[in-house]
């Protein structure tokens, strides 16, 4: 303990005489000041008493560490002064809160200014991070939009507003209709997912996003000084000008200091993992323990290698880490998963072993042992040989594959996955919520049997519990129920997995990611959006896979399951039993759910977590 106190107070010591020592060496800047509150600040943010060391200069940073910092920007004019909340290396946060005001009034006047951003120059540019444009148009001209663009009627006779879902502008090729030509747009600032009401989601906090140019931050490497010379031209100012000896004095011994306090670092990184090794592994020994009667094999790091024939066979990678092909000896094939060294405290690992060994159905992955020796820790799975749904899917990745699954089989695989899911949630003695199921997570047996793996995010609860609390977003973009992003939408249970399950169906008969666009973006661009449509007005589905009637009517039902199960309402979804009873039965007795209001979760975070302000 002492030991690493000392080491700790050194490792504070050298850096601070590096501080110092850098100073010197960039003339009068130093690499951070202090700003009170917000800590230490950096190029290209500054103080406001030392202006030249930065694009945007803080007000009140050397006054009492509590005193307000703002911000002024603008013309000498017309400059407004925003409270500034936080300040990151390339990011800053501040409040209008003339905006917050006109916000929580309702008041239409939130529509009428653009945020004042300073201008581009050669050294950076600034955005403001997540923004939506809005569209004032004369109330007389009633613009002809696609059915994504939100009217908010309340701002009349003088104007109407429009905005469009962002989730729709992530397409590739997309452009403004030209019906809002006549329209002043404005961006502002946004913090959640675009509703009816845009007195929900937009903010009088300003997150701006700094993009300084490739040469000033080659410069700020490099220990230089970004500047715009007298012409308002590009110079990085390195070393100041000074004796030639006293520079390589200076930088002799900045070597050094480098070095010492490299190695001194190195030591702690080195010292801290090992210490998050030990707590880790230590969790997991308590689990093992605990579980003691885990009816799975434990391997030792080197039967893991041999079984894998040192990792030879590489079937894939995933967000934990990577699956190799291997052999049991004697035995039958296996799939192996090591798990990335101390991403976490052993979380994953936990929860895989804790919620895949407690179960035993022919649609989820079995288990046949683990390995965890010190750092290296793996999952041995049986082996699938068509491996994951997901290359059956995607139109591009299907055609490379030798075997092109039909509807039947997808209704097989549907029905299956939905098996699967029924027993995770309603099976066992506990309830098992999987938070992340996608074509990717589900894999296939040489008869196309479906069964659900990856239970890194998975989460084990009592069946009574029917709100299950989760720190912070889990999933996959693209998959993920509304309220599992933002609680306005609901609580989080059992039906989170059912949003997840209808938006891998929904992609299965489209054959396409749900977020990506048509090779023709101007067409219809949302797939849900668009099967809706096509199921309420009765036409044709039209989709590559119908062969006959049979065909078509499975395909209907499918995505009648589909779209229910994507209810932006949590309530509105039906639980996993009453999903197999729709597959299960006619479809000319299932009827048609409403409109799911909210397309998407969008693939962009557009929200702001808590602590980023
Ligand atoms: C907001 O509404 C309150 C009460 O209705 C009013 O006193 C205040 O002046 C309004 N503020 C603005 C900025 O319109
Ligand atoms: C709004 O966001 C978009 C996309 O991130 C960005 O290109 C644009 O510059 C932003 N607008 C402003 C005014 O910062
Ligand atoms: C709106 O349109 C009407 C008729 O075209 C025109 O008279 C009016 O000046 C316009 N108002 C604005 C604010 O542009
Ligand atoms: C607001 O800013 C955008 C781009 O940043 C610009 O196109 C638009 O004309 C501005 N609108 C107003 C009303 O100033
Ligand atoms: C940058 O500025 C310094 C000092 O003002 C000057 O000596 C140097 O020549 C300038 N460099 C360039 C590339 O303009």
Redesign the pocket.
């Known amino acids: 303990m002492v030991r690493v106190l000392l080491f700790k107070s050194l490792i504070v010591y050298f850096s601070q005489l590096l501080l110092i020592v850098s100073a010197h060496q960039t003339g009068k800047c130093p690499p951070s000041l202090d700003c009170g509150l917000l800590g230490q600040i950096q190029f290209p943010f500054t103080t406001t008493e030392q202006p030249h060391c930065g694009l945007l200069a803080i007000h009140g940073c050397q006054h009492d560490p509590s005193a307000p910092k703002t911000l002024q920007l603008g013309t000498s004019t017309t400059s407004t002064s925003y409270s500034v909340l936080k300040v990151e290396p390339r990011t800053i946060v501040f409040a209008d809160d ?1 905006q917050e ?2 916000l ?2 309702k ?1 239409c ?1 939130a529509f009428s200014k653009n945020v004042t951003l300073p201008h581009t120059s050669p050294l950076a540019s600034f955005r403001i991070k997540y923004n939506i444009s809005i569209f004032r148009c004369n109330h007389s001209l009633k613009p002809s939009l696609p059915n994504y663009f939100h009217n908010y009627p309340n701002c009349s006779p003088e104007y109407d507003i429009f905005y469009a879902h962002p989730n729709t502008l992530s397409y590739t090729g997309f452009q403004w209709p030209s019906s809002l030509a006549p329209c002043s747009a404005i961006q502002l600032p946004l913090e959640g997912v675009p509703s009816e009401d845009p007195f929900q989601f937009l903010t009088g906090n300003i997150v701006v996003e700094v993009q300084l140019s490739h040469e000033c931050e080659r410069c700020l490497d490099g220990k230089g000084q970004c500047l715009l010379d007298t012409k308002g031209e590009f110079n990085c100012t390195t070393a100041s000008a000074g004796s030639r000896s006293w520079v390589v004095k200076m930088v002799l011994a900045l070597a050094l200091v480098v070095t010492v306090a490299l190695l001194l670092a190195i030591f702690k990184i080195y010292y801290t993992r090992l210490q998050k090794q030990n707590s880790a592994n230590q969790r997991i020994e308590v689990f093992l323990k605990k579980h003691g009667a885990l009816q799975i094999k434990r391997y030792g790091y080197s039967e893991i290698k041999k079984v894998t024939n040192c990792f030879r066979n590489k079937l894939g990678q995933g967000g934990f880490g990577s699956v190799y092909k291997g052999k049991l000896q004697d035995g039958p094939y296996v799939a192996v998963k090591i798990l990335n060294e101390l991403k976490d405290d052993g979380e994953e690992f936990i929860n895989e072993v804790a919620s895949i060994s407690r179960t035993s159905h022919i649609n989820i992955v079995t288990l046949l042992g683990f390995c965890c020796d010190g750092s290296k820790r793996a999952l041995v799975y049986e082996f699938m040989s068509n491996g994951s749904l997901e290359k059956f899917i995607y139109e591009e990745k299907a055609l490379m594959t030798d075997h092109q699954l039909d509807c039947q089989m997808f209704y097989h695989i549907v029905i299956g996955v939905a098996r699967g899911l029924e027993y995770l949630h309603k099976g066992c003695n506990t309830r098992i919520l999987h938070f992340d199921i996608k074509p990717h997570n589900i894999l296939l047996d040489e008869n196309f049997n479906p069964k659900i793996s990856d239970f890194g995010l998975a989460k084990i609860c009592s069946r009574k519990e029917s709100i299950v609390s989760i720190f912070g977003v889990r999933g996959t973009a693209g998959y993920i129920a509304p309220e599992v992003f933002s609680r306005n939408f609901g609580v989080v249970s059992h039906k989170s997995d059912i949003y997840s399950y209808g938006m891998m169906i929904l992609e299965l008969i489209g054959g396409r990611k749900n977020t990506m666009t048509r090779p023709n973006p101007s067409s219809e661009i949302y797939f849900p959006d668009w099967i809706y449509n096509r199921l309420e007005s009765n036409q044709e589905l039209g989709l590559q896979n119908m062969r006959n009637i049979s065909d078509q009517k499975m395909i209907r039902k499918m995505a009648i399951v589909g779209l229910w199960c994507i209810q932006t309402h949590p309530s509105t979804r039906p639980a996993i039993s009453r999903v197999l009873e729709m597959l299960e039965s006619k479809v000319e007795l299932l009827q048609i759910p409403p409109k799911p209001l909210l397309s998407s979760p969008p693939t962009s975070p557009v929200y702001l977590s808590s602590e980023a302000l």
């Open positions: 003339e005001r006109y929580r009034n008041s006047k």
